[in-house]
Structure formats: structure tokens, C-alpha cells
């Protein structure tokens, strides 16, 4: 069974890092893309960013670019988001989700339950 | 970049209706139109990929048609279980989703 279990969400203050991971298990992760999608708290979907199975290639929602950084490490089939200079308006739930083939811009599934990022003072 | 818009943004229907949504984007995304499934307090479900092809283990009440730019997700006969919220999402470039259309109990 495939599961993708978020962690690394918490409460930060707007300027300050937090690192999410996703493990991955259940199936070949080198074997497709990832993506972080997020939610926020009433509101719809929104794609964040997204990495091939090598890494080739990265995209990023404008809203994020330059400020978060995705990455993932095959040996550790795990995924990750570092988000920098974050704002109140980052402030969601963060979910992985694996993408049905090798390249990012398919579609997506399954998710994992997320993880939950509020940027506050 | 392209962007996607759904209608209605919200809908009640009853047990056993026929309910249709509808997706457009601004460009032609040939047939990259994919949608999901979202319960309250749950993470999404992929129903149906390439705008008419129905994800495994899906109910096959669940359908998908269109292609360009306008696509429609139809439920046949509604079930208690399909009241949630309806997302498309174009893969056709940098992935977008729609703003979502919530179908509630009537």
C-alpha cells in the first residue's frame, strides 16, 4: 500500500524557516514525481511545486519561488519543502502527493494527510 | 500561465440526482484535465485523469468528457457518499487547479 506521511509542520513566526518532509512508502519512489500541493485553512487547492524522479526537473508556484526550495533523496525515499522567509498568508495545510508517472506535470496520487504550517507572531 | 474556472461554485442536489460540473481553461490544455474528490477533514482523491479516464477503483457513475478547453465532470445518480468538494486540475503545463464546487445536500 502506498502511504506519503508529512511531518515537520508547526507554528513559526513570518520571516522565520521550517523544513517539511514526506516519507514515502509502498512503492518505487525514484520512479515518479512529487509534489507539495497546500490548503488554506476554508479554502481551495494550490499547487506549491513539484520535482521529476531525478530531480531534472523542478517547478514552483510563483507565489513561493525564490522562497521555498523542493528536494528529495531517493536512498531515503523522502521528500522535502524547506520554506524560507515565510509570510502569514503561507500559513496552510501541506500536503505530499506523488504523481502517477516520472515526470511532474501529471496528475496526482495518491496524497498524504498533511501537515499543518501557521505563520503568526 | 493558465488558469482554470469552475462552475457552479456550489450546488445542492439530492440522492439519485444527475449533477454536472463544469471546468474551462483559459487555453487549450488538449485532454490534460484531471479531477478530484475532496471530503471535509480528508486529502483529495484523483477520480478521473486525462479528462475521461476513470482512476481505478473509482465508481463508474463517475464520468468525464471534454477536451480544448471546457470539460465536464457528470455523477450519474448522486450517492450520500459523493456530497464534497470537486476539483479539476490541469497537468498540460505548470499544474493549476480549479477554485473547487462543493455539492451539498439539498
Known amino acids: 500500500e502506498v502511504q506519503l506521511v508529512e511531518s515537520g509542520g508547526g507554528l513559526v513566526q513570518p520571516g522565520r524557516s521550517l523544513r517539511l518532509s514526506c516519507a514515502a512508502s509502498?512503492?518505487?519512489?525514484?520512479?515518479?514525481?512529487m509534489h507539495w500541493v497546500r490548503q488554506a485553512p476554508g479554502k481551495g487547492l494550490e499547487w506549491v511545486s513539484g520535482?521529476?524522479?531525478?530531480?531534472?526537473?523542478?517547478g514552483y508556484a510563483d507565489s513561493v519561488k525564490g522562497r521555498f526550495t523542493i528536494s528529495r533523496d531517493n536512498a531515503k525515499n523522502s521528500l522535502y519543502l524547506q520554506m524560507n522567509s515565510l509570510r502569514a498568508e503561507d500559513t496552510a495545510l501541506y500536503y505530499c502527493?506523488?504523481?502517477?508517472?516520472?515526470?511532474?506535470?501529471?496528475?496526482?496520487?495518491?496524497w498524504g494527510q498533511g501537515t499543518l504550517v501557521t505563520v503568526s507572531s | 500561465d493558465i488558469q482554470m474556472t469552475q462552475s457552479p461554485s456550489s450546488l445542492s442536489a439530492s440522492v439519485g440526482d444527475r449533477v454536472t460540473i463544469t471546468c474551462r481553461a483559459s487555453q487549450s490544455i488538449s485532454s490534460y484535465l484531471n479531477w478530484y474528490q475532496q471530503k471535509p477533514g480528508k486529502a483529495p482523491k484523483l477520480l478521473i485523469y486525462?479528462?475521461?479516464s476513470l482512476q481505478s477503483g473509482v465508481p463508474s457513475r463517475f464520468s468525464g468528457s471534454g477536451s480544448g478547453t471546457d470539460f465536464t465532470l457528470t455523477i450519474s445518480s448522486l450517492q450520500p457518499e459523493d456530497f464534497a468538494t470537486y476539483y479539476c486540475?490541469?497537468?498540460?503545463?505548470?499544474?493549476?487547479f480549479g477554485p473547487g464546487t462543493k455539492v451539498d445536500i439539498k
Open positions: 509502498g512503492f518505487t519512489f525514484d520512479d515518479y514525481a
Open positions: 486540475q490541469q497537468s498540460y503545463s505548470t499544474p493549476v
Open positions: 486525462a479528462a475521461s
Open positions: 502527493a506523488k504523481a502517477v508517472s516520472l515526470e511532474y506535470s501529471t496528475p496526482f496520487d495518491p
Open positions: 520535482i521529476s524522479w531525478n530531480s531534472g526537473s523542478i
